[in-house]
């Protein structure tokens, strides 16, 4: 759901230093909010405070979050902890390859531009979704 971004409360957070919020702002800004905050029934910030950020140094009015009900508040520090330490980064590996794809699906040969022209032509014809 939408929630107006003046009407978040920002209250005591784990967090201190916020990084480079610019690049997370120019990545909202290029393929929107890929993941919402997370705030309470009174909409009290639990876990997205750059999110939060990037989206008003961006000048957004509302910004997409989950309503989440929690008993208290050492079981919203717990989601706070578990919402930024839960994930994994690329590894070198993973995101030399993702690169690679990235720019070969960018930057496709001259028979690769034929064949997705060939496809996009037939998923037109049968009203096929594109792949």
């Known amino acids: 759901m939408q929630v107006p971004i003046k ?3 920002v209250r005591k957070r784990v967090r201190r230093d ?7 702002a120019e990545s909202m800004k290029r393929l929107g909010q890929i993941t919402p905050i997370a705030v309470s029934r009174k909409n009290v910030l639990i876990a997205g405070g750059r999110r939060l950020e ?5 000048g ?5 979050a ?5 008993p208290g508040r050492t079981a919203k520090l717990e989601y706070e902890i ?3 330490t839960q994930r994994a980064d690329f590894s070198p590996e993973e995101l030399a390859r993702a ?3 990235l720019y070969r699906r960018k930057n496709p040969g001259f028979f690769r531009r034929i064949w997705n022209a060939i496809l996009r032509f ?3 014809l049968f009203h096929i979704e594109e792949f």
């Open 7 to 9: 009407e978040i409360i």
């Open 18 to 24: 916020m990084g480079d919020i610019a690049a997370l």
């Open 54 to 58: 990037a989206a008003r140094s961006l």
């Open 60 to 64: 957004w009015r509302t910004i997409n």
């Open 66 to 70: 989950v309503v989440v009900d929690l």
């Open 82 to 84: 578990e919402e930024n």
């Open 99 to 101: 690169a690679r794809e």
């Open 122 to 124: 037939f998923a037109r």
